[in-house]
């Protein structure tokens, strides 16, 4: 069974402040997703990483894609009140199924 | 044009009733599934149509029906639930069901309270 750790599962900082999630596995994902979910909504899609090595940049947000396509981060750069919500890191299994394995998710308060 | 869309919103049903979670989706994927969150918790898989077939049940209790009329529609027949089975319910979709690169875009949730 592929696992997909996600750290840290909380984070409170101040308006401002950097800051990195980070998503590890053992095991190799055909891609990778990040997204952004607000209480009682769905989760919304910020990149998908497909390449080893690979780093998108989505305004103050840089996702990068691990050479072996096993882990990925999140970093964000001065950190807005808006940004506070729920970060959540899935991977697309290398396997057959193509299932999508989630990893647990980084609750993020930024403070003004 | 990335959208998913469910409905209803909020769906509130007793223990005898019988509901359906409707979902929609018009960018050509071929791929629907449906996710169940509880608060607090990442998404977990359900069912997964592939070309209009069923081709994941993640052990899912029989009270959950899902059903795909076509391509672009995911419903999922309610009957019989347990005030337990309270939670967002998640319908996504993507182009294929696998293969590289390929993407999951989630609609906003249905938010069922079982009472």
């Known amino acids: 069974t592929q696992l997909l750790e996600q750290s840290p599962q909380f984070l409170s900082i101040q308006e401002g402040e950097n800051l990195t999630v980070y998503c590890n596995s053992s095991s190799v994902f055909s891609s990778l997703q990040w997204y952004r979910q607000e209480p009682g909504e769905g989760p919304v899609l910020l990149v998908t990483v497909v390449t080893g090595g690979e780093v998108k940049k989505l305004k103050r947000l840089t996702f990068q894609f691990g050479d072996a396509r096993k882990d990925s981060s999140l970093h964000i750069t001065a950190a807005q009140t808006g940004d506070t919500g729920l970060y959540l890191c899935a991977g697309i299994d290398g396997g057959s199924q193509g299932n999508l394995i989630f990893g647990k998710g980084t609750k993020l308060s930024v403070k003004p | 044009d990335t959208e998913v869309t469910q409905t209803p919103k909020h769906l509130v049903m007793g223990m005898t009733n019988k509901k359906s979670l409707k979902c929609e989706q018009h960018?050509?994927?071929?791929?629907m599934y449906w996710y169940k969150q509880k608060a607090k918790k990442p998404p977990e898989l359900m069912f997964v149509?592939?070309?209009?077939?069923?081709?994941i049940n993640e052990s899912v209790p029989s009270r959950f029906s899902p059903e795909c009329p076509n391509s672009s529609l995911l419903n999922l027949h309610l009957h019989a639930l347990q005030p337990e089975d309270s939670a967002l319910y998640l319908c996504?979709?993507?182009?294929?069901?696998?293969?590289?690169?390929?993407?999951?875009?989630f609609g906003e949730g249905s938010w069922l309270t079982v009472v």
């Open positions: 149509y592939s070309y209009e077939k069923l081709s």
């Open positions: 996504a979709s993507s182009q294929v069901d696998r293969g590289y690169g390929n993407t999951i875009y």
């Open positions: 960018m050509g994927h071929r791929a």
